[in-house]
């Protein structure tokens, strides 16, 4: 048969079982599917209904313990039964992979360019100047801004953002003929999602390359894949074409994630509520040295004069493009990292806090971070992971009462206790995600720093937990400071708004007027950005006086 119409990648009834002692869970059962080269295939469905699990059986890189069955052709060749080194020659060349969660797929102990030369390296490419102006090449096709500069820049010194770019720069090295991408834009802002997808559009078009999309986003699939399929608790529930799946989807699990959004309007600010946290003309600037002697030479404003203030029962959301300094602010507040001005909390002023005087604070003041496998430790249980602040700040509780506190904290964040004694990686990252949430709010803080808190969850879950969210502000009277790229979350938590651009504050106020009626150029530009890659992002009034 014809190999051009022959589908480049076929998986046939595929199932992936994983064994704890004597019980067997089913984490795919029976799986097909073909992706024709050239074409985007999308598997969508809610966080655990084994669609990364099914991505990751194609190269073989299921977790200990996993049993897979079935076929998967790639190219005609069943990438389950052939040897390994057959098997190396094709992954990280012919078959590549964006991993949800660059953080923990990057090394921390290497700079940019070594992990992009090593791909490179590894399939063939020799000569460090050719390798070099590849690597460059690369990060300038992913949008990263002075690539020269950044070759030697270490994972934890980008944004989120920009680690997921050096990741897709990683997968492209060796124009690959399948692209495997697992969220590839859970960590981008909306202008650099639009930036990807045309960037990974314009490499389909010019390679002929396959994309296996995974996603929560149907925004994304509506508007990026020729075919969708929808997967529920291992199985695949419904597939076809975007344009028929999405017009008229026949299987009511289909139909509810379709109809599925954050829902509700913000706890409304009350202007007379105490200040729990503020700060003014808060500065964070990094030094840049060179040289010999390493003298400083200049500074990264991250975060450049914002003046900001957090009152009691209410959220203020912080949205930018990635590196804007949402995420260095709230850490500033937080007294993570070192910054000028000041800071006062609960009326306290606390910037020139030792970490001795900041300790007893901590229980007070929380934070759920934007990648939860790295801010998860695999070596602890979730029970641990959740009562680690328990231990430290209430030393008095026993272990069943530490546990039960747990247990209730698990409950609320819609996960089932019975799972507390498992570990991170026995979980999808919407679950994961959860965990996070249960470990911030089981110390009962007042002031809750939520960094891109909903990233990494599906739609039906993001709903879920935003409903979690202000119910859990408005009983215990939470201040929350909320960073987000997704404006339907924000619209949905947040009664202030403040939008940010190289380390300043360009617009802000009331969330609903600034929706509304953005003043500010690049705020008509970022909400316009969104409008186009988020499904009924705001309403139909809102995205009119937005494109005015």
């Given at each position: 048969?014809?190999?051009?119409?022959?589908?480049?990648?076929?998986?046939?009834?595929?199932?992936?079982?994983?064994?704890?002692?004597?019980?067997e869970t089913i984490a795919v059962d029976n799986v097909s599917f073909s992706l024709e080269r050239g074409k985007t295939l999308a598997l969508v469905g809610e966080s655990g209904s084994g669609k990364s699990i099914s991505a990751l059986s194609i190269v073989r890189l299921l977790p200990p313990g996993a049993i897979p069955a079935g076929e998967a052709f790639f190219d005609g060749e069943n990438m389950l039964t052939i040897p390994d080194a057959r098997l190396r020659a094709i992954r990280g060349a012919r078959i590549t992979m964006v991993f949800q969660e660059p953080m923990t797929s990057l090394n921390p102990l290497h700079t940019i360019e070594q992990q992009i030369a090593e791909i490179l390296e590894l399939h063939g490419m020799r000569g460090r100047d050719a390798m070099r102006a590849r690597v460059i090449e690369l990060l300038m096709e992913v949008g990263i801004p002075n690539p020269e500069a950044r070759l030697g820049a270490y994972p934890h010194q980008l944004s989120g953002g920009q680690r997921q770019r050096v990741m897709i720069a990683m997968a492209l090295a060796n124009k690959p003929d399948l692209l495997i991408a697992d969220e590839p834009t859970t960590a981008l802002d909306v202008t650099v999602q639009a930036q990807i997808l045309a960037l990974l559009e314009r490499l389909q078009q010019t390679y002929g390359m396959a994309m296996l999309f995974i996603t929560h986003d149907l925004g994304l699939v509506r508007r990026f894949a020729d075919t969708v399929c929808v997967m529920q608790k291992g199985r695949i529930v419904e597939q076809g074409d975007v344009a028929t799946v999405f017009s008229a989807p026949s299987h009511p699990y289909t139909q509810a994630l379709l109809t599925a959004e954050p829902k509700g309007d913000p706890i409304i600010e009350n202007a007379q509520a105490p200040v729990v946290v503020s700060a003014d003309n808060l500065r964070v600037w990094f030094p840049i040295k060179r040289g010999f002697m390493r003298r400083t030479v200049d500074h990264v404003k991250a975060v450049d004069g914002v003046t900001v203030a957090v009152r009691e029962g209410a959220t203020v959301g912080v949205v930018g493009e990635s590196g804007s300094g949402k995420t260095t602010l709230a850490l500033a507040l937080l007294r993570l990292i070192r910054s000028e001005g000041p800071i006062v909390f609960l009326g306290q002023r606390i910037d020139g806090d030792s970490v001795a005087e900041m300790r007893p604070l901590r229980r007070d003041m929380q934070i759920v971070f934007q990648d939860p496998y790295g801010s998860l430790s695999p070596r602890m249980s979730v029970a641990e992971i959740v009562a680690e602040g328990l231990t430290v700040q209430r030393p008095e509780l026993?272990?069943?009462?530490?546990?039960?506190?747990?247990?209730?904290?698990?409950?609320?964040?819609?996960?089932?206790?019975?799972?507390?004694?498992?570990?991170?990686?026995e979980f999808s990252g919407g679950q994961r995600q959860r965990i996070a949430i249960a470990r911030a709010m089981v110390l009962e803080p007042k002031f809750v720093v939520l960094d891109e808190p909903t990233s990494a969850l599906d739609m039906s879950v993001q709903a879920q937990i935003i409903d979690l969210l202000r119910d859990l502000q408005r009983r215990r009277s939470l201040a929350y400071l909320f960073i987000s790229h997704d404006l339907r979350v924000v619209k949905a938590l947040a009664a202030h708004l403040i939008v940010m651009r190289h380390g300043k504050v360009v617009e802000e106020g009331p969330a609903a007027q600034v929706f509304a009626q953005p003043q500010k150029e690049y705020t008509r530009a970022l909400f316009a950005a969104a409008f186009r890659n988020q499904a009924e992002a705001l309403d139909d009034n809102s995205v009119s006086n937005n494109k005015n």
């Open positions: 048969m014809d190999a051009k119409t022959t589908p480049l990648l076929d998986v046939r009834n595929l199932s992936v079982s994983f064994l704890h002692g004597s019980r026993t272990l069943d009462q530490r546990r039960e506190i747990v247990a209730r904290a698990l409950k609320e964040t819609g996960l089932d206790p019975a799972t507390m004694d498992r570990y991170p990686h």
